[in-house]
């Protein structure tokens, strides 16, 4: 028989999940636009581009801090460094195909400013966006004994 710990609750953690998001981002953005800068030719418009194989490091640095990192540690590192963990629905960690299927919809979740990604996780009974949804995952504060104590399912 498999039970779960009653006193635990699904919350939103809205301020937490933003500037996780913000952290998580601004560092493949930083590295994105580096790399463009050192790696790229310029164009005609007087910027710089990267282009076929030479673009292939951004996409597998993408893969690595989002997908691999989360599948391995449970969170990015600007989730890591807000106390927040990403589980399965069973409160299990999460697999590498999870992390990809979360991350593989982030441009809808973040479309317009993160609003699509907040509608769903003010919406939804555990608080998902939509790629969390898809996933069937959800974030839990691990400095918040509701949310966090005793997470894993205990079977009998």
């Not at 953690?13 to 310029?42: C, P, Q, S, W």
């Not at 951004?58 to 590192?77: D, K, Q, R, S």
């Not at 697999?95 to 996780?121: C, M, N, T, V």
Request: charged share 20%; glycine share 6%.
């Amino acid at each position: 028989m498999t039970t779960i710990n009653s006193s635990f609750k699904f919350k939103p953690n809205i301020r937490k999940r933003i500037f996780a998001t913000l952290i998580d981002y601004g560092i493949y953005l930083l590295a994105f636009f580096l790399y463009v800068m050192f790696v790229g030719h310029e164009d005609d418009e007087g910027g710089k581009t990267v282009t076929g194989l030479s673009a292939l490091p951004l996409f597998i640095f993408w893969f690595i801090y989002f997908v691999i990192i989360e599948a391995i540690f449970g969170a990015t590192l600007g989730h890591q460094g807000l106390n927040l963990k990403v589980l399965t629905i069973n409160r299990r960690n999460i697999s590498l195909a999870q992390a990809l299927k979360r991350h593989l919809l982030d441009p809808i979740d973040f479309l317009f400013y993160g609003i699509p990604a907040i509608i769903a996780i003010k919406n939804s009974d555990k608080h998902q966006r939509i790629g969390d949804m898809w996933a069937q995952t959800f974030i839990v504060d691990m400095t918040d004994p509701e949310q966090y104590s005793d997470v894993y399912i205990t079977t009998k």
